[in-house]
């Protein structure tokens, strides 16, 4: 038990770490191409970060046989939007009351309105449709392709919409290790490039580790892997975007630190879901379908408050991800 303790506390921070290493070369690629705002915080920056929890349920589907690897591959499926529509929201909340204590910023929340109702939108329409369509067609590999077909038109709409160019441009993690060997500030969009292949070969290898460590955990312990991976993997792995989100808020960079999450939630709602969809079979019920719902419903709050007041509340933020608490508490005491 020991070891498997260890092997996954090393193999989530090879992930964490390996995914700050690829952000931070998908941004300075972002830069470099010239790209807006919505683009890189929406796109790049939100697959980016969305990688290590996207990973992890591939790897625990493809590459593990039993019912409780598929378990694991589902929850983390499940677990991955449930935590962004409500725990990444609650950081971004208090960060902004934080910060207002220690007076660094305003107690008001700042963003292209226009980029996070989007993002919102096909959000709630693309993860309710992976929930409940399945449940009403046959076929799920329809459900399935529509999910994909829906996140292609999210990127062609994001691409077209107008916003505003990103402000600062990152340094290479590349450069600041070998700036002084190799002349990769001449070169810096090739470099980008290798950076994030390397990290995302790295990824993978940790997520293969952290699968079956988590995998034999479970197990020891007696709890359901589905529950333990939609409590615990996905708060692991969403990491990249908490800290990132967190950061830009403190900063005031709201628009980058909201894409980044709510572009992730997109993704997360689209391409894994299809995946789970195909590949397990996809029976929703229980503390996993509530998980789901409580997602739907934060982003529901917050993409009402944009229609009806123009704007996003910490306070709104803040409410919205107390719903990881309450659903922390109901499975807790369900044991």
């Not at 260890?6 to 690629?29: C, K, P, Q, R």
């Not at 600041?176 to 990824?203: D, E």
């Not at 312990?221 to 529950?227: N, Q, S, T």
């Not at 704007?311 to 309450?326: A, Q």
Request: aromatic share 14%; charged share 15%; glycine share 8%.
């Amino acid at each position: 038990m020991t070891e498997d303790i260890f092997l996954l506390i090393f193999n989530l921070l090879l992930i964490l770490l390996s995914a700050e290493v690829f952000t931070n070369g998908v941004e300075v690629f972002g830069k470099r191409l010239s790209l807006s705002q919505a683009v890189t915080g929406s796109i790049l920056a939100a697959v980016g970060t969305a990688l290590p929890e996207t990973i992890l349920p591939m790897v625990a589907i493809f590459l593990h046989k039993g019912e409780s690897a598929h378990s694991i591959g589902i929850g983390a499926i499940l677990g991955a939007p449930f935590m962004l529509a409500t725990l990444a929201f609650l950081m971004i909340g208090l960060t902004v009351l934080i910060a207002h204590i220690f007076k660094r910023r305003a107690f008001t929340f700042e963003v292209e309105n226009t980029t996070v109702k989007r993002d919102l939108m096909f959000f709630l329409v693309m993860y309710s449709s992976g929930i409940f369509l399945p449940m009403f067609i046959k076929q799920h590999i329809i459900v399935a392709f529509l999910l994909v077909f829906g996140y292609i038109a999210y990127l062609y709409v994001t691409f077209k919409s107008e916003s505003s160019e990103i402000l600062h441009e990152e340094k290479l993690y590349l450069e600041k290790i070998f700036g002084k060997i190799v002349p990769i500030s001449r070169f810096k969009t090739f470099f980008s490039l290798i950076q994030v292949l390397l990290a995302l070969g790295i990824m993978i290898k940790g997520a293969h580790g952290f699968v079956s460590s988590l995998q034999h955990l479970s197990i020891q312990f007696g709890f359901d892997p589905l529950l333990f991976a939609l409590l615990v993997a996905p708060v692991a792995t969403e990491l990249p975007e908490k800290f990132n989100s967190a950061t830009w808020t403190f900063r005031g960079r709201d628009t980058l630190a909201m894409g980044n999450v709510t572009g992730a939630m997109v993704f997360q709602s689209t391409f894994p879901v299809s995946v789970g969809i195909i590949f397990t079979e996809w029976n929703i019920t229980g503390y996993a379908l509530l998980s789901a719902c409580l997602a739907i419903l934060a982003g529901l709050i917050v993409l009402g408050e944009i229609f009806i007041r123009k704007k996003i509340s910490p306070l709104t933020l803040i409410f919205s991800g107390s719903f990881y608490l309450l659903y922390s508490v109901l499975v807790i005491l369900s044991f």
